[in-house]
């Protein structure tokens, strides 16, 4: 009886030995885009276009501002130009004051982005009629 269990067991001990995993998991590799690599001249570029356009619309000036604020940057004077423009093409004054106000609020902790840009925006700001929001005292509320 001892020699069917020792048997046994000695049998079952060896296929546990076989039973190892002899497999490795494979890597995981991504693959990520291999496209061209934006500057930031054609970056701007390309968001001057868009804002451009003769016949963009109040909801493609909204989509667009949306998205650009929605990058991890603070969109350079001359996009906002390009924005502030359409704006008046579309006489839409409240959009240039929200334009600004995001702006301001994308400079953040950095309180000398903003002035900044102001100062490089006063020109067209003064063409086109557009009041600052420190201009009309609602930073304040």
């Known amino acids: 009886m001892f020699r069917a269990v020792f048997r046994l067991s000695a049998t079952g001990a060896r296929s546990l030995a076989r039973s190892r ?3 490795s998991a494979p890597l995981a ?4 885009s ?21 016949d963009i619309d109040a909801w493609e000036l909204r989509k667009g501002m949306n998205t650009l604020i929605g990058y991890d940057l ?10 502030l423009r359409a704006c008046r093409r579309l006489n839409d004054m409240a959009s240039a004051i929200r334009i600004l106000e995001a702006v301001k609020d994308k400079a953040g ?5 903003y002035p900044y840009l102001i100062q490089e925006l006063k020109p067209t700001l ?5 009041s600052t929001p420190e201009e009309l005292g609602i930073d304040r509320l």
Do not use: M
């Open 21 to 23: 995993p002899c497999y």
């Open 29 to 32: 590799s991504r693959c990520y």
């Open 34 to 54: 291999h496209g061209k690599v934006e500057t930031d001249e054609e970056f701007d570029a390309r968001w001057v276009t868009y804002f451009s356009k003769p």
């Open 74 to 83: 603070v969109p350079e004077a001359k996009i906002l130009d390009s924005a």
């Open 109 to 113: 902790p950095h309180k000398d982005i």
């Open 126 to 130: 003064a063409e086109l009629g557009i």
